[in-house]
């Protein structure tokens, strides 16, 4: 099983990216998906999440509003689109699927960075002021 992120470069602050993350391996289509980040000094954090169907997601405070996660299951693809980006958003953003659960879409699991067990490499994204 292999995630792998990619479309991370640099930007400037009031700029936008979109981040994808191709699974390989096998099919996440009953899983929920998500993005977490960490930042030069800091710890990973959650960024946002979306349920196996796309029904529910969820953000971050710091990102609500100017990021939005979507899925593809008949790609077995995820992205995140990242607008009105600031210098705060530095950090190598990885992508992340949990196999085991299948059709969850509980704020508990889905936003918890030990409920997911399927990591990418990361993408760095950085945003100058």
């Known amino acids: 099983v292999q995630l792998q992120a990619f479309g991370g470069g640099l930007v400037q602050a009031g700029g936008s990216l979109r981040l994808s993350c191709a699974a390989s391996g096998r099919t996440f289509s009953s899983n929920y998906m998500g993005w977490f980040r960490q930042a030069p000094g800091k710890e990973r954090e959650f960024v946002a999440a979306?349920?196996?169907?796309?029904?529910?997601?969820y953000y971050a405070d710091s990102v609500q509003g100017r990021f939005t996660i979507s899925r593809d299951n008949t790609k077995n693809a995820m992205s995140l689109q990242m607008n009105d980006l600031k210098p705060e958003d530095t950090a190598v953003y990885y992508c992340a699927a949990d196999g085991s659960r299948k059709y969850y879409s509980g704020r508990y699991y889905l936003t918890g960075e030990s409920n997911y067990d399927s990591w990418g490499q990361g993408t760095l994204v950085t945003v100058s002021s």
């Open positions: 979306i349920s196996w169907n796309g029904g529910s997601t």
